[in-house]
């Protein structure tokens, strides 16, 4: 067979035959074939017919599509000097895969999580492969697409949308792969971040990002904590938790200051703002659920009794451990007096989300602080009067919870002053 093939010539085999190619990456014999996809990735046409084939052809599933992708790719990484060599072919392959989202072929319906998924995992076994000068063109590429309009084709795949949705989607998977990138490259990837911070504030402030205006908040609209007209869709929300994601993966490797009390201070109001909107639907947060869970990043949040509905909430679970991450990398009280002083009013709101939110933010940070946190005691314990008050029982059990802490990081009881 192999000797068949290399007769016809591989780029055209493959370029006439690529169906059957990529599905027989799935069977038994995808080994013998798999050196002959990733061979073809090496010319921009027949890049462009694998994605194609990817795209519009009916007959694949999730499980073959992550198998053509993740095995042709990797395969072609392997080697240090083939992918350096294929990496700008290779890149641009990956970048028409990461729009699957955006444009929601039929033939990938329920699929476009497992094949993005499987991009951003080939896309960070390339990253492994370059040197820092091929690197940085590539992602500063990566955001110019993500902030770019689509071609005539793609529009007409995608519905006649070339707005919104599609920047969401594209900017979605820009987040997904800066987490994944900064979780493999940890502090390397950090100084990156100055690309990306005002993208994400403007999306968990509300904006379409740094490519698109703000739209005007509709009078006596309820704080939705940055969500747009669409905000309760699915991809609405997946685009703020893997805001929310890259940034705590951001702060979490950030050994070298670059986080520091001016940025660490602007992220503080989007974060809390998070904690403060309403919950994603039912479906959304199953969804979110599935894609976003990182029980790395979520440790000991919600552990204490936040209860299961909010448990399941990603996007208020992952804003809450973004902010404890954010109290520690600060290590200064210019940060801890605004954050605290925030996630204390967000006790107050008349929903029960936020308080329980808000509630977990205050224990997981006296739980890192410990000592550190006591000078902002004062500010902390009239609103702990009130939460020993609510009406709501998880709500009274976990200001317990917080008194109870407080007690022993203090080595004193605070009955006195809260004169109960």
């Keep these: 067979m192999r000797r068949a093939w290399a007769s016809l010539g591989v780029v055209c085999f493959l370029s006439a035959r690529l169906a ?11 080994g013998c074939i798999r050196k002959y996809v990733s061979t073809s990735l090496d010319t921009a046409r027949c890049a462009d017919s694998l994605v194609h084939v990817l795209l519009h052809h009916s007959a694949f599933d999730a499980r073959t599509l992550t198998a053509a992708i993740s095995g042709a790719v990797c ?3 392997q080697c240090t000097d083939a992918a350096a060599a294929a990496h700008v072919q290779i890149f641009r392959f990956l970048l028409r895969v990461l729009d699957v989202r955006a444009l929601s072929p039929p033939s990938l319906a329920g699929c476009e999580a ?9 896309l960070v076994a390339l990253t492994m492969k370059l040197t820092e000068s091929r690197f940085k063109p590539m992602f500063l590429r990566l955001l110019e697409w993500a902030a770019a309009a689509t071609s005539a084709q793609d529009v007409e795949t995608a519905g006649g949308d070339a707005g919104g949705r599609t920047r969401k989607a594209r900017e979605a998977a820009l987040f997904g792969v800066a987490s994944a990138l900064s979780a493999r490259l940890r502090s390397v990837f950090v100084p990156y971040f100055r690309y990306l911070i005002d993208r994400a504030v ?15 908040k509709r009078r006596g609209a309820a704080v939705d904590g940055g969500a747009d007209a669409d905000g309760d869709s699915e991809l609405s929300w997946l685009l703020r938790v893997r805001v929310v994601r890259a940034l705590h993966r951001g702060m979490l490797h950030d050994a070298g200051g670059f986080f520091d009390a001016e940025k660490l201070e602007r992220l503080v109001p989007p974060l ?13 947060l199953l969804a979110l659920a599935a894609q976003c869970s990182d029980t790395e990043l979520d440790a000991g949040i919600g552990a204490g009794g936040v209860g299961a509905a909010a448990q399941l909430d990603m996007a208020g679970v992952a804003a809450a451990a973004a902010l404890v991450q954010l109290a520690v990398t600060a290590n200064s009280d210019v940060v801890w007096k605004p954050l605290n002083h925030r996630v204390l009013m967000a006790t107050r709101s008349p929903a029960l989300r936020p308080r329980l939110l808000a509630l977990e933010v205050l224990v997981q940070v006296v739980e890192r602080l410990r000592e550190e946190y006591l000078p902002l005691l004062p500010e902390t314990i009239p609103f702990l009067a009130e939460l020993l008050e609510d009406v709501e029982p998880a709500v009274e059990a976990r200001a317990q919870a917080l008194m109870a802490l407080l007690e022993d990081v203090s080595g004193e009881k605070l009955d006195q002053y809260l004169k109960i």
């Design 114 to 122: 497992d094949v993005e998924a499987s991009a951003t995992s080939a």
């Design 75 to 77: 395969f072609q990484c």
């Design 202 to 216: 403007g999306h968990l402030a509300g904006g379409a990002g740094s490519a698109a205006p703000k739209k005007k």
């Design 20 to 30: 059957c190619v990529v599905c027989g990456l799935a069977t038994p014999i995808g």
């Design 272 to 284: 809390v703002a998070q904690l403060e909107c309403g919950a994603p639907p039912v479906d959304v």
